[in-house]
């Protein structure tokens, strides 16, 4: 089992900037990836960013050059700094944990809203 706690988020002008964190406790060495996802009002839980036990990642077409995710893996702490944000990122962010040690098995944080304002 693996709990996540997230911080950060919060209202923000168009623009502007915010940044996301997610600490892991519990089995985690067992992690694999750390991302965010997201999920609009009358839309579909989409991935925004992940990254691998490698650094490799991966980002939502819409998120590329502006969002950057990272990982301390001594505190087990996955980042999302969002720049340049634009109204259409309004969203509930979802810190996300991909464990393997029994296959993938996926946790998930309890969300916090990202309101950018126009």
């Known amino acids: 089992q693996v709990e996540l706690v997230e911080s950060g988020g919060g209202l923000v002008q168009a623009g502007g900037s915010l940044g996301l964190s997610c600490a892991a406790s519990g089995n985690i060495f067992g992690i694999y990836t750390m991302g965010w996802h997201r999920q609009a009002p009358g839309k579909e839980r989409e991935l925004v960013a992940r990254?691998?036990?490698?650094?490799?990642?991966t980002y939502h077409d819409s998120v590329k050059g502006r969002f950057a995710i990272s990982r301390d893996n001594a505190k087990n702490t996955v980042y999302l700094q969002m720049n340049s944000l634009k109204p259409e990122d309004t969203a509930v962010y979802y810190c996300n944990v991909q464990t393997i040690t029994r296959g993938v098995e996926d946790y998930w944080g309890q969300g916090t809203q990202v309101t950018v304002s126009s």
């Open positions: 990254i691998w036990s490698g650094s490799s990642t």
